[in-house]
RNA sequence: GUCCCCUUCGUCUAGAGGCCUAGGACACUGGGUUUUCAUCCCAGUAACAGGGGUUCGACUCCCCUAGGGGACGCCA
């Protein structure tokens, strides 16, 4: 049997890092054992997924060096590699699964469902559903749903005992049925949840191993009932941990640089970000550091995965890096820096920029030294201002990440379009707000147009500069980003996206 | 709140009952090499969460406690 293992991104936004550290060790434990790596979409969320995000997650993967076998812009022999091209295959296993009596048709409200909760929580039980429909029968079901009544067909989950499970790295785990919720498995709209998409996907795609993140664990007992009543087969689980932050949470997008363009924009050299996450919970079993991705796959050992979150550490990361570069012939290094950044296209969109404030060509660099590289890091007293409390300075970086946050399109008159409005709900003029921001993107307070600065750096390293301009004011306490929050979202800003908090 | 998972230096980790006086790496400190700096080399500080068992012997196995994390969606 050859070894199949597949990475499952749902494109529904920026590309992660976390996505890349869970395809490098699917590639990497398939490759070792001859086996072969599987790229699907997992698009069945119709409202947040969108074919930019998708396109922009098999760019950044590619960039990282991640190559898959099979998937959707590759084909393959169980093609198509996109859920939302496969839906007749999932209404076909739903209606198998309702007619096994593995699954069950529910005509309940959302409001009736969302109204059990505070009575579930006082009772010391794990909300959910309770199973109001269970009891329909399946022929009054079937006819309510042929004439068009709307439902949701869920799992029939049993109500005694327990399940067990195993975990490759884990072991066996039980856990009582009670604490599994009754999953819906098709949505009113027809589309599948996860649930069912990836048990029928990995099946019908002959998935031997899921290495997935932790966070999925505790569902594994409804893919394996879900396994279990079509008779399939239960691939191997391997559940990697988590990559955490300083604060050890989950690695959120909102405080650090999470995202695969971060890395890219940052200067990282793909195979070093590659060798850093194969360090993030695992080891070479000589405990050698530095490795390429061919040593990697030479090497890999599933069992030897460790199961505590690592916290994602940039200053080692950063030592690794320079490691991968000192090794680069310096050809190869002219090369890289040239595909990184500085070369003709990115000049040609300076150009622009600096020309009008150049007298001679020798100012060209010092001009554009924070657009070309990481700009001089900052201490507080670079924010001082005559109108301008350090508070102030604050609140500015804080509400311009917040509005930025969901910023859709990245370039100048889009940016100017966002900020302008929020200076003027923030009752400040627009050049005492852009001052900060300033400081913060260039590291001084003159410096070439700011959104085009902000458009040549991009989302990634734009955000990350507002984040350390922040640190660099003292940083903000969970307290304060909290009453930040508040006043960001009590501002009078027309027709902004209600962007959540977190 | 309920359930599940996790717990070795500040951080990433080695360690599968005696190789442990707990090893390596990043960071930090000191020293050396280098025209400066960086690199590089050498040295140093620093950890088995706590408590009970099991065993001749426990970082390694079991239990409890504590702490951390995750799940509990018609998101994935």
Not at 218 to 227: F, G
Request: charged content about 25%; hydrophobic content about 45%.
């Amino acid at each position: 049997m050859t070894v199949r293992t597949r990475v499952a991104p749902s494109p529904s936004g920026d590309p992660h890092v976390g996505t890349a550290y869970v395809a490098l060790f699917n590639l990497a434990f398939a490759k070792s054992q001859g086996g072969r790596f599987v790229l699907r979409i997992e698009d069945t969320d119709r409202a947040r997924s969108s074919e930019a995000s998708e396109e922009r997650i098999l760019a950044a993967l590619r960039w990282a060096g991640i190559e898959w076998d099979e998937g959707p812009d590759v084909g393959g022999p169980h093609a198509p590699y996109r859920q939302s091209e496969r839906l007749p295959i999932y209404r076909r296993h739903a209606q198998e699964l309702l007619e096994a009596g593995g699954a069950f048709r529910c005509f309940c409200s959302e409001e009736r469902i969302d109204a059990l909760r505070p009575s579930q929580l006082e009772r010391g039980q794990m909300p959910g559903y309770d199973g109001h429909c269970l009891g329909l029968d399946p022929d009054d079901a079937a006819e309510r749903a042929a004439s068009g009544e709307p439902h949701v067909v869920r799992l029939r989950v049993p109500v005694e005992g327990a399940c067990s499970v195993q975990d490759r790295l884990r072991g066996v785990i039980e856990t009582p049925w009670r604490q599994v919720n009754m999953q819906v498995l098709l949505k009113r709209d027809g589309f599948p949840t996860y649930h069912l998409a990836a048990a029928v996907d990995d099946h019908l795609m002959g998935i031997t191993h899921v290495l997935r993140g932790d966070e999925w664990l505790s569902s594994m007992p409804k893919a394996q009932l879900i396994h279990e009543c079509f008779g399939w087969e239960l691939p191997e689980h391997a559940h990697l941990p988590l990559l955490r932050d300083a604060q050890r949470r989950k690695l959120s997008k909102r405080r650090n640089p999470t995202g695969l363009d971060y890395f890219r924009a940052a200067g990282y050299l793909p195979e070093a970000l590659l060798n850093y996450l194969a360090l993030m919970g695992w080891s070479m079993p000589d405990e050698r550091e530095l490795f390429s991705l061919e040593e990697l796959i030479a090497a890999f050992d599933l069992d030897r995965v460790s199961t505590g979150g690592p916290v994602f550490d940039m200053e080692k990361l950063n030592w690794l890096n320079g490691q991968h570069m000192r090794r680069l012939s310096p050809a190869a290094f002219v090369e890289r820096v040239e595909r990184w950044g500085i070369n003709r296209e990115r000049l040609g969109r300076l150009a622009p920029l600096v020309q009008p404030r150049a007298e001679r060509l020798s100012d060209v660099v010092p001009l554009a030294d924070y657009l070309l590289g990481e700009r001089a890091a900052l201490k507080a007293d670079a924010f001082a201002h005559k109108a301008l409390s350090t508070e102030d300075c604050r609140r500015i970086l804080h509400h311009a990440l917040r509005a930025l946050q969901s910023e859709a399109q990245w370039e100048s008159a889009a940016l100017m379009a966002s900020m302008k409005p929020l200076a003027a709900a923030m009752e400040l003029k627009l050049r005492d707000f852009l001052f900060p921001l300033f400081v913060a993107i260039a590291g001084r307070a003159a410096a070439l147009p700011l959104f085009d600065s902000m458009a040549f750096l991009g989302a990634d390293l734009t955000r990350a500069r507002l984040r350390s301009a922040l640190d660099a004011l003292g940083g903000v306490s969970n307290k304060a980003a909290k009453r930040l929050d508040a006043e960001f979202d009590a501002l009078p800003l027309a027709g902004r996206s209600a962007a959540p908090a977190s």
